[in-house]
């Protein structure tokens, strides 16, 4: 792949932004967390809320839009219950509800049973379910009609499960990554079947959903974990080149928060609970396993990147601290703390040339998307956020703990 036809895909990316007004997979067209909308308000108060609505249970599934309709996944408070919910997106109200049986079962403090943010294609939604020990992929129609539903078996992790689905043409795509086992499975849309399956190296469990780069030659689907970053052909699951990390620290890292491609070059992060962090870049092109820049210190583990023009943005987990560095070389060009308590969890997102960033305790920071920090307000929503925002339509959408918050017009 050379680098002008990577140009070329970046193009292809930001018209995708630019004329899909849904919010279709996690973190939004090709699950970089970008979007062209206008209209956003960068004050989040009364005067700016469209809608506000109570969620019952407790998940951290991140909202996603299609053809008018809010799809999340949540857990009943007592755990013996899973559901998909679909809302109004003009108005918050619960369109319909779909239930699966589930029990209690250990996670990391700040998951969830119901952590999978799910996909749609504009015709079904697909959504993977945990009952507190086997993980299920589902599929339904957009007036909650179940079509589908495929048991996956055990899934094993010591912080419970956070996979998410996409979708590529008839394809649902899953990166099923957990300890001891790891695999990338496609499913036919309509019917649940198995296209291709292939096995990765398994080492402890990540959540990264994969993305797509496209040339005029041919279109690669990218998956990061501990393994590495590798590209396969999402048609047949072919592998096209691999790149592996090498680690330092005492124990293989931890890919949660997922890749992001730009500029011609794959950035990545890995971490883990106890403060090891390692970032790299990597041609996009899979051509070479030396790295153009890497860091080991102040880069985030769960919240994700962001990328606009030469700078490349990230939010740290643990000290709320707002990074922007060179992309092309990682140098640093400013880092701000952006204030209050709690860590973050959320990933930021991008809207235009605006930023917008969430720590645990619902403080929402915006600032500009810049090469000079720019402060433009800080709001508090109130309540925790661990799940990551989403906008569509001239909407911004923030799940919190209890509630579903819609800023913008009324």
């Known amino acids: 792949m050379t680098t002008r036809r990577i140009a070329l895909f970046t193009l292809l990316i930001s018209a995708v932004s630019v004329s899909a007004a849904d919010w279709t997979r996690f973190r939004g067209p090709n699950g970089f967390g970008i979007a062209d909308e206008t209209g956003i308000p960068t004050a989040l108060d009364a005067k700016s809320l469209a809608w506000k609505v109570e969620i019952p249970g407790r998940g951290i599934s991140s909202p996603v839009i299609s053809k008018g309709l809010i799809f999340l996944q949540t857990a009943s ?87 998410s689905p996409m979708v590529y043409g008839n394809l649902v795509i899953l990166n099923i990554d957990q300890d001891g086992q790891a695999e990338l499975v496609a499913y036919d849309v309509k019917t649940g079947d198995v296209k291709w399956q292939k096995s990765r190296t398994p080492f402890r469990a990540s959540y990264a959903t994969p993305f797509l780069t496209e040339t ?150 915006v600032f500009k998307a810049a090469g000079k920090f720019d402060l433009i307000s800080k709001n508090d929503l109130g309540e925790e956020v661990l799940a990551s925002p989403a906008v569509a339509n001239g909407h911004l959408f923030i799940r919190g703990d209890k509630h579903l918050f819609c800023y913008g017009t009324k």
């Open 77 to 163: 408070d007592d755990g013996g219950q899973r559901s998909l919910i679909a809302l109004d997106e003009k108005t918050g109200a619960v369109k319909w509800k779909q239930d699966i049986t589930g029990h209690t079962a250990k996670t990391h403090a700040k998951n969830s049973l119901a952590s999978s943010t799910p996909a749609a294609d504009g015709e079904r939604v697909y959504a993977v379910f945990w009952d507190g020990g086997k993980i299920s992929l589902g599929a339904w129609d957009y007036t909650g009609k179940p079509l589908w539903s495929k048991d996956l078996g055990k899934y094993e992790s010591q912080h419970g499960p956070g996979l």
């Open 216 to 365: 005029k030659s041919k279109t690669e689907l990218i998956v990061s974990s501990t393994a590495g970053i590798t590209s396969y052909d999402p048609k047949n699951g072919n592998a096209n080149w691999n790149w592996k990390w090498v680690f330092t620290s005492k124990m293989p890292l931890r890919n949660v928060g997922g890749s992001l491609l730009h500029n011609g070059m794959i950035f990545a992060v890995t971490g883990d609970g106890g403060g090891d962090r390692h970032m790299v870049a990597v041609k996009a092109d899979g051509t070479s396993q030396k790295p153009v820049w890497e860091k080991k210190k102040g880069t985030p583990y769960v919240p994700m990147m962001l990328a606009k023009g030469d700078w490349l943005f990230w939010i740290t987990d643990k000290e709320n601290v707002a990074v922007c560095v060179e992309a092309k070389t990682g140098r640093e060009v400013w880092s701000e703390r952006l204030g209050g308590s709690g860590q973050v969890y959320a990933s930021p997102l991008m809207v235009g040339d605006t930023i917008y960033s969430v720590n645990e305790n619902g403080m929402v920071f």
